[in-house]
């Protein structure tokens, strides 16, 4: 099984900064990674399909990138929707996949 | 527009059985592979199980398989998951989701609380 670790597990940031969430697998999933936003009581969201796609939508000032082991997800100018816990996820496995531990982002 | 919705969770004791169940909506539900993912209280994401557009292909986590089936009637729109010999740390919330080749995870349903307790 592909072990995601996901770094760090809270990230304070005030509106306006960037946010850099990172992600690594415990061996390669090329490109096969998604990043998903969960706020309290809600499904996860997907943000980012195939390392850096952005899902449709979804605004700039979201990226992703990386592949093989190491990934980032970086919010520039994070607004106050953007609090919440970011998850990345492997399907290089696929149907199998596995998710980190997820990075909460809070307000500074 | 796609809609996802789960039903059937609930409170059982361990041992028990409950069957989930996902309505879809809004696509052609036969074309898609669909998944289950729960959510432990407080804790991470985990998949569950996984079945291909013509249950061709069914795949399960170790710590469900033997216990939980996946399942589809594609003329009903439905997804089912019957889960067996439940056990506390089957307790959780389950999602069932999408897959789009082209764009992954796309859809997800607001999920039905399970909770295994005596």
């Known amino acids: 099984e592909i072990v995601m670790t996901q770094s760090p597990a809270t990230l304070s940031v005030s509106p306006g900064e960037r946010a850099t969430l990172s992600c690594r697998a415990s061996?390669?999933?090329?490109?096969?990674l998604a990043w998903y936003q969960q706020k309290p009581g809600q499904a996860p969201r997907l943000l980012i399909f195939g390392a850096s796609t952005r899902a449709t939508g979804l605004p700039a000032r979201f990226s992703g990138s990386g592949s093989g082991t190491e990934f980032t997800l970086t919010i520039s100018n994070v607004q106050s929707e953007d609090f919440a816990v970011y998850y990345c996820?492997?399907?290089?496995?696929?149907?199998?996949?596995?998710f980190g531990g997820g990075t909460r982002v809070e307000i500074k | 527009e796609v809609q996802l919705v789960e039903s059937g969770g609930g409170l059982v004791k361990p041992g028990g059985s409950l069957r989930l169940s996902c309505a879809a909506s809004g696509f052609t539900f036969s074309s898609y592979s669909l998944y289950w993912v729960r959510q432990a209280p407080g804790k991470g994401l985990e998949w569950v199980s996984s079945?291909?557009?013509?249950?061709?292909?069914?795949s399960y986590a170790d710590s469900v398989k033997g216990r939980f089936t996946i399942s589809r009637d594609n003329a009903k729109n439905t997804l089912y998951l019957q889960m067996n010999s439940l056990r506390a740390e089957d307790t959780a919330r389950y999602y069932c989701t999408r897959y789009d080749y082209s764009s992954g995870w796309s859809y997800w349903g607001q999920g039905t609380q399970v909770t295994v307790s005596s």
């Open positions: 996820q492997q399907y290089n496995d696929w149907p199998q996949l596995t």
């Open positions: 079945i291909s557009s013509s249950s061709g292909h069914i």
């Open positions: 061996r390669t999933v090329s490109s096969n």
